[in-house]
């Protein structure tokens, strides 16, 4: 469905709250290296004067997107699913998608920094931190798959004996420090790279890689963001009330 209404969006709107109400408008603060997860805290004011931008214009930019997002293929919208069905799709669609890739990143990463590196010498560095960043989402991953999840689905079902609210806000906070960390480690992949854009001499692997890295960044923003700003306070808010 398309709408051509305004969809409330100002200057002092926080990019998280954005795309918790509008998923498909991820794509706008990703086309603009926005943080809207780890950052979503943000104002759009604040984040447009970290990045040299006219909040003006990008208010006006959201709401075209916005108006627009009815025409194409969108992302779910967490906030239609049960906690059960969003840590199902979670762990269907981006985990799965990272289970896959890393390695194929990690194994195009060495290849790059070894047939390359004496024309770059930040390659090196991109390496190992593409190879840290890999080993840390894969054990993140497990944690939630094997403690977090299983314990968000008990606390739906009724079924989570002895769990409250405050065993699972340790474990909740400890999967957002590392979200930011990994956070970081992309951004600091980003500055290596010059923002994922190869220069004219890169062979098709590196070029391949970089192409790889830009997709992991979006799809980093978009799981990070379903986690932190819809199923974890949403996990929490139900442990409360149980
Ligand atoms: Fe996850
Ligand atoms: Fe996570």
Redesign the pocket.
């Known amino acids: 469905m398309t709408t051509s209404t305004p969809v409330g969006i100002t200057p002092e709107s926080q990019l998280g709250a954005i795309v918790a109400a509008r998923p498909a408008l991820a794509r706008v603060f990703e086309g603009m290296g926005l943080d809207y997860c780890c950052g979503g805290k943000q104002s759009l004011a604040a984040a447009c004067q970290r990045q040299g931008l006219d909040p003006q214009a990008l208010v006006a930019t959201l709401e075209a997107a916005a108006a627009a997002a009815g025409t194409g293929p969108a992302d779910v919208d967490p906030a239609r699913l049960t906690l059960t069905e969003l840590a199902d799709h979670?762990e269907q669609t981006?985990h799965l998608y990272l289970k896959s890739e890393l390695p194929r990143l990690v194994e195009m990463a060495g290849r790059v920094a070894r047939k390359h590196a004496w024309r770059d010498a930040r390659l090196p560095e991109m390496q190992a931190t593409v190879e840290a960043l890999a080993d840390e989402?894969l054990s993140?991953?497990r944690k939630?798959e094997e403690v977090?999840f299983p314990a968000i689905r008990q606390i739906e079902a009724g079924t989570a004996a002895g769990f409250h609210c405050g065993s699972l806000a340790h474990p909740i906070r400890q999967?957002?420090a590392?979200?930011e960390s990994?956070g970081n480690a992309t951004a600091h992949l980003r500055e290596l790279t010059d923002g994922f854009v190869p220069d004219a001499e890169a062979c098709n692997t590196h070029r391949a890689l970089l192409a790889g890295l830009a997709e992991f960044a979006a799809d980093l923003h978009r799981?990070?963001h379903k986690?932190?700003h819809v199923l974890f306070p949403r996990a929490l808010a139900q442990a409360e009330r149980s």
């Open positions: 979670i981006h989402m993140h991953m939630e977090l999967m957002e590392e979200h990994a799981h990070v986690e932190n």
